[in-house]
């Protein structure tokens, strides 16, 4: 009664497997949403950083080391490129082990990126880099445990944040010097 089991042995309606243009079109399309996000995490920095680029930040006294201006937007657009790109290697290798819900992986990368707009509204936006220093500590701090922890679950992941922390290792150094000289 009813009817023959497939060839599977299963009785019943049988789940086709994703296709694989459909697969493809999930993971382009989790890679878009997650420039969108680093994107609108740069755009808010952007925004602070502006309004005092050329007026206060100017007129600071800065170490011999500091970077030339136009250095800091293509720096931070490749940062922001790989930590979308280690984020969505983290997002693949979950999916492939079935995890559904917010991983502690997802958490630390969306906390460091918190962490990351606060700097640029803390430095720039209140104009006190010695809080900033105290927060670029925190996010250094966020970073490398992410980056640590995306190593446990994509190696290319944590390689990808690797650059970053280096990134911020050096923005630190500098944020101190612009404290210690103003």
Known sequence: YGPPPGPDGLIGPRRRPPSPRGHSHAKCTQLALLLLVVGAVGAGGSYFTASSVGTW?????????????WLFAPVWTLMYLFMAVAMWLVWRQEEAQEVAQVTPPQMM???QLVLNLGWSVIFFGLREPGLALVEIILLWSAVLATTFVFFRVSRPAGLLMAP???WLTFAAVLNFGIWYGN
Do not use: G, I
Request: hydrophobic share 40%.
């Open 109 to 111: 990368w969306a906390a």
């Open 57 to 69: 930040y100017a007129e600071l006294h800065k170490p011999v080391y500091t970077p030339p201006s």
């Open 164 to 166: 970053y922390l280096l």
